[in-house]
């Protein structure tokens, strides 16, 4: 038997002991949870990310800092609407229409080149926030490129009339954010390229317009004109309807970008506690390995010890008597040859007073032996007479009366 054999005993010994029905509410509990954890496991390995980590400005966010009002305000305006949760480089953009990337949590590392693409085709993108490193670079080439700075714009008016501004007289924004003008985006250096700005405020720009090949970038310093707190201030909202175009042109938005959980893939990409599930259960194992590794030990018996047959313990005892003097050998055995003798007055129908000659002869009429009569009415001397009473005794113990 292997050394594992005993916690195995162990364990299904106390699983036993368990009642049924608590045992069967442990075995649905346990299958929950294992469910649950292989659903979230691969939906974070093959499926999309959930949608129940979100981060600032996404569509499906209601509360303030989102722009789920945003996005109703276009399908009230007629604007077919897809909310995008692959990456950009994985998605079929709509051409001509509007693309809102609004404070990604992501780098955009992987997309900003699906990005250039789509502006070159003819589509617009809204790009909302600081950008991270690299960004604008990718978008807009070499040269000078426009400083994003933490200064709120105040409130911002339109500096150049363009279709990205057409209805919107003055915009408000309630966070810091706005652009540094640069030599680039006072006068353009291409055809192709070129930048200006777009809303204009007392400390800087809150939006500059961007065109690249046959498509328009718009650099938002902050989404928070077009957040659910902030869209229904000033003219906000028709500055969001200028963005997404004439009526009925598509708009999409970048959710892929707003999931915490698209960083991430395996056990990284589950939900944090999850993760911390899985580190409680990974503590869990290596405590009940150490705490069994203290019971392995020698195989168990094949059966439970009982205890020494009767047999050795009368022997031991007619040793014990047998080893003394024959008065204390008479005076033990005196309680147990009194039994026998009652015992056997009661099997041959005599009086309780008999003497031993009556006994002997009343004997000789039945099946008892001789010998076992003997035993009884004569007196031990000896260990072997003293085992004698007591097998005679357990005879007629387990014969019952005698005819």
Not at 236 to 255: I, M, R, S
Not at 307 to 319: C, G, L, N
Not at 378 to 393: H, I, M, N
Request: proline share 7%; charged share 15%.
């Amino acid at each position: 038997m292997s050394a594992t054999a005993p916690a195995a005993v162990t364990v299904t010994a106390r699983w036993h002991q368990v009642p049924r029905r608590w045992r069967a509410v442990m075995v649905i509990a346990a299958g929950v949870i294992v469910v649950e954890f292989a659903v979230s496991f691969a939906g974070a390995v093959y499926g999309t990310p959930s949608r129940s980590i979100l981060g600032p400005a996404s569509s499906l966010d209601t509360s303030g800092n989102g722009t789920a009002a945003l996005a109703q305000l276009f399908r009230d305006r007629q604007h077919p609407i897809r909310q995008l949760v692959v990456p950009v480089s994985a998605a079929a953009l709509p051409v001509p229409g509007t693309l809102f990337v609004l404070d990604p949590q992501n780098k955009l590392t992987g997309d900003l080149s699906a990005l250039h693409r789509y502006l070159t085709a003819g589509g617009r993108v809204v790009l909302a926030g600081r950008p991270a490193e690299g960004t604008l670079r990718a978008l807009l080439g070499p040269g000078p490129l426009p400083i994003w700075q933490a200064a709120m714009p105040g409130p911002s008016h339109p500096a150049a009339p363009a279709s990205e501004n057409y209805e919107a007289l003055t915009v408000v924004s309630n966070a810091a954010g706005s652009w540094r003008a640069t030599p680039r985006s006072r006068a353009a250096t291409s055809v192709t390229e070129r930048v200006h700005t777009l809303l204009g405020g007392p400390a800087g720009a809150l939006a500059l317009l961007a065109e690249v090949g046959q498509g328009r970038l718009v650099l938002l310093a902050s989404s928070s004109p077009l957040d659910n707190g902030c869209l229904a201030r000033a003219d906000n909202a028709a500055f969001a309807l200028d963005l997404a175009g004439p009526v009925a042109a598509p708009v999409a938005f970048d959710e892929y970008d707003h999931l915490l959980t698209s960083s991430g893939s395996g056990i990284a990409g589950l939900p944090g506690h999850w993760q911390a599930g899985l580190l409680l259960a990974l503590v869990a194992v290596v405590v009940w390995i150490l705490s069994a590794a203290r019971r392995f030990g020698p195989a168990t018996a094949a059966s439970r010890e009982l205890v020494p047959p009767r047999i050795a313990h009368v022997d031991a005892v007619a040793a014990l008597l047998a080893s003394g003097p024959p008065a204390r050998l008479r005076a033990g055995a005196e309680p147990l040859r009194q039994a026998a003798r009652e015992r056997l007055c009661h099997v041959l129908r005599a009086r309780d007073d008999a003497t031993d000659t009556e006994l002997v002869t009343r004997a000789e009429s039945t099946a008892l032996s001789s010998d076992l009569v003997a035993a009884i009415v004569g007196e031990p001397r000896s260990e072997e007479d003293l085992l004698a009473l007591g097998r005679a005794y357990a005879t007629l113990t387990k014969t019952g009366r005698w005819s």
